[in-house]
């Protein structure tokens, strides 16, 4: 199998070393350098959590660099917390050296232009420089990704959705107006432009350790609120993917080996690890 991933930023990256680790031919087209875009410029922070930093330290020791260099404390809503900082840039770069060297093929300086499709599958990549075939393409294109899915003429809308839960039990759930969070016992539920409204939940003993009634909650506060997004299929929502389309009637069909792994805002650090991991399972399970 050859994958190919547009952007060399974190996404890109990370996506680029799970693959490599799977055994997975890996080709990064990437329009500048790599972390050349939010990547390099982030502050970098993340949670101390056990599998996002474990990810960290497996690139640590895979690069025998140093990413990680501050652990600070901080206070939120009152609570005290430790978080980590850590290097963006020589993170995707250092890593990019050492994937390079194991073959992972990086095309740098070499903006991609368009995809060309047969039926409904993407062939290959168009770049400056050249045509790269594939079979599964990935646009891990930070804030250009939409106009990159846009430029297929597929009329897609974003809608940025975390269902499934990379880190743990009960994971926030972002939409593009609303986030959807646990705390304590509770949900919160709050639109990201009005007020911050609190919506609590009477289930939580059902709900502890059960996903499935978790999401059920979930689902049924969103059809009673939010009837017009449970019309919308949205399809391969752990990866943040743009999926649907604003109007009734589709008037393309996303090719079956496009996917879109983007769209994290200012949580790339936390979330990608995660993420990244399910999409890697996903394509590999088919
Ligand atoms: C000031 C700032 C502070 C931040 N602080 C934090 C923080 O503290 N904690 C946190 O978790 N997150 C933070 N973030 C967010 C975090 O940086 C992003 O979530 C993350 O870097 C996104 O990575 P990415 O790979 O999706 O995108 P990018 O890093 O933008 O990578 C996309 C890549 O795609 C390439 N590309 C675009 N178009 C094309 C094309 N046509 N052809 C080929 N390549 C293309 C770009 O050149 C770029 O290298 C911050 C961001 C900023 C700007």
Same mark, same amino acid.
């Given at each position: 199998m050859k994958v190919v991933i547009i952007g060399a930023g974190l996404a890109g990256i990370t996506l680029a070393y799970l693959f490599k680790k799977e055994g997975v031919d890996v080709v990064v087209i990437e *329009?500048?350098?790599?972390?050349?875009?939010?990547t390099g410029y982030s502050t970098g922070v993340f949670p101390l959590e056990k599998d996002v930093l474990e990810f960290y330290r497996e690139i640590e020791k895979y690069?025998?660099?140093?990413?990680?260099?501050v652990i600070y404390d901080h206070i939120r809503n009152g609570k005290r917390g430790k978080s980590v900082y850590i290097d963006g840039y020589n993170f995707s770069y250092y890593t990019s050296i050492v994937l390079e060297k194991e073959g992972v093929q990086f095309e740098v300086m070499n903006p991609f232009y368009r995809f060309r499709i047969n039926g409904n599958r993407i062939k290959s990549a168009v770049t400056k420089r050249g045509e790269f075939r594939g079979d599964i393409f990935i646009v891990?294109?930070?804030?250009s990704s939409p106009f990159i899915v846009n430029g297929m003429n597929m009329n897609f809308r974003w809608i940025r959705s975390?269902?499934? *839960?990379?880190?743990?039990k009960f994971e926030t759930v972002i939409y593009d107006e609303f986030v959807i969070k646990p705390e304590g016992e509770r949900l919160i539920i709050r639109e990201e432009k009005g007020e911050k409204v609190k919506v609590e939940v009477d289930v939580v003993n059902k709900v502890r350790g059960v996903d499935e009634n978790f999401f059920n909650v979930v689902a049924s506060y969103l059809e009673r609120e939010y009837p017009d997004l449970m019309?919308?299929?949205?399809?391969?929502s752990w990866a943040s993917l743009?999926?649907?389309?604003?109007?009734?009637?589709?008037r393309f069909e996303r090719p079956e080996n496009l996917y879109v792994f983007a769209g994290f805002g200012c949580y790339g650090f936390g979330i990608i690890p995660g993420l990244a991991k399910k999409l890697v399972m996903e394509v590999l399970n088919g």
């Open positions: *329009k500048d350098f790599v972390g050349s875009g939010e690069t025998r660099c140093y990413f990680q260099p891990a294109a930070g804030a975390l269902l499934l *839960k990379p880190r743990k019309d919308a299929s949205i399809e391969r743009c999926s649907e389309t604003g109007d009734p009637v589709k």
